[in-house]
């Protein structure tokens, strides 16, 4: 049982707007920043977002973080098909004193 | 642009250690920035975090895995490695090594693992 909560999954088409969710507790991103994964089909996770809405270089500002209280959500807008993949969100954890993960959400493509 | 990638058996006995290394190129494990973390993907499933080292040797682990879970690193090598012991059917999993960036603020920590191995299957059977 993950301690950051994700739905399994969520779908959209093309050009839409999606948001995927992640909720914590106050010992991990009550009092923690966020930072979100990407894990195409067959491939290691990439990192999409970092301490709540910060982008690293090279990934599109079509994916934006977000977090308020003890959750966190991910949007992507402007849909494309490359984006199918899963989704991971992270924080740290004061009471495990290490990182968590959320079970992850798997997005599709319609 | 830094690039880590793992190594060792694909296959291990019940009972067994599982030992992995992982080789950084483009950079250096001595980096006082960073930490070397080992995270893990059992097929099908999520991510665990098992555990990490800084270039001085301190460690932190999960405490689900700390009893059985080793990691080192070996600077001449640029390297770090994780060792796993009574390793059963539960420890099959894609085990990945990433570089892990840890800011401990005021007003709480901020981690990120940037970037990850391809990650390696380890199978547990006999």
């Known amino acids: 049982q993950s301690l950051l909560t994700q739905p399994p999954s969520a779908s959209g088409t093309p050009g839409q707007r999606v948001t995927i969710s992640c909720s914590g507790s106050?010992?991990?991103?009550?009092?923690?920043?966020v930072s979100w994964y990407q894990q195409l089909p067959g491939t290691a996770p990439k990192l999409l977002i970092y301490?709540?809405?910060q982008r690293p270089s090279g990934v599109p500002d079509r994916f934006s973080g977000s977090k308020s209280g003890t959750s966190a959500s991910l949007a992507i807008s402007g849909l494309q098909s490359e984006d199918e993949a899963d989704y991971y969100c992270a924080a740290w954890d004061d009471s495990l004193n290490g990182p968590v993960f959320g079970g992850g959400t798997k997005l599709t493509v319609l | 642009q830094v690039q880590l990638q793992e190594s060792g058996p694909g296959l291990v006995k019940p009972s067994e250690t599982l030992s992995l290394t992982c080789t950084m190129s483009g950079g250096s494990v001595s980096s006082g920035s960073y930490y070397w973390s080992w995270i893990r993907q059992p097929p099908g499933k999520g991510l665990e975090w098992i555990g990490y080292?800084?270039?001085?040797?301190?460690?932190n682990y999960n405490p689900s895995l700390k009893s059985r879970v080793t990691i080192s690193v070996d600077t001449s090598k640029n390297q770090f490695s994780l060792k796993l012991s009574s390793v059963t059917a539960a420890d099959t999993a894609v085990y990945h090594c990433a570089r892990e960036r840890k800011v401990t603020m005021i007003r709480g920590v901020s981690n990120w693992f940037d970037p990850w191995g391809q990650g390696t299957l380890v199978t547990v059977s006999s």
């Open positions: 301490s709540n809405n």
């Open positions: 106050g010992s991990n991103i009550g009092s923690n920043t």
């Open positions: 080292i800084y270039y001085s040797g301190s460690t």
